[in-house]
Nanobody, 130 residues
Framework: QAQLVESGGGLVQAGGSLRLSCAPS????????MGWFRQAPGKDREFVAA????????GYADSVKGRFTISRDNAKNTVYLQMNSLKPEDTAVYYC???????????????????????WGQGTQVTVSS
């Protein structure tokens, strides 16, 4: 069964940077839109960023716009989330996700809702200290 595996989380001071990676196993998600979500303790999982299949189109939550960058390298079957100027409120478990099978397939758009994604990783913890 296809899986998504995140890496790159950790503990960083406010103002610092981290780069998360997401590498699927079991199949390729290169033709599909991909996204990053996060969930802080006691809160719902929220959209962070998304990218279409080619990397030509990206979208961000207002809270991370200008600080985070999503990208993908289809040759390496990997999606990245570069996080700069981190704040304590960015502390959360970060999840990588792929669009539902048959949707956002070779499109110029990307989904932003939880229910538009059909494949999820197990998450990686990001903790930003003040």
């Amino acid at each position: 069964q296809a899986q998504l595996v995140e890496s790159g989380g950790g503990l960083v001071q406010a103002g610092g940077s981290l780069r998360l990676s997401c590498a699927p196993s079991g199949r390729t998600f290169s033709p599909y839109a991909m996204g990053w979500f996060r969930q802080a303790p006691g809160k719902d999982r929220e959209f962070v960023a998304a990218v279409n299949w080619s990397g030509s189109s990206t979208g961000y939550a207002d809270s991370v716009k200008g600080r985070f960058t999503i990208s993908r390298d289809n040759a390496k079957n990997t999606v990245y989330l570069q996080m700069n100027s981190l704040k304590p409120e960015d502390t959360a478990v970060y999840y990588c996700a792929a669009a539902r099978r048959g949707t956002y397939y070779y499109t110029s758009t990307y989904p932003t809702r939880n229910d538009e994604y059909g494949y999820w990783g197990q998450g990686t913890q990001v903790t930003v200290s003040s």
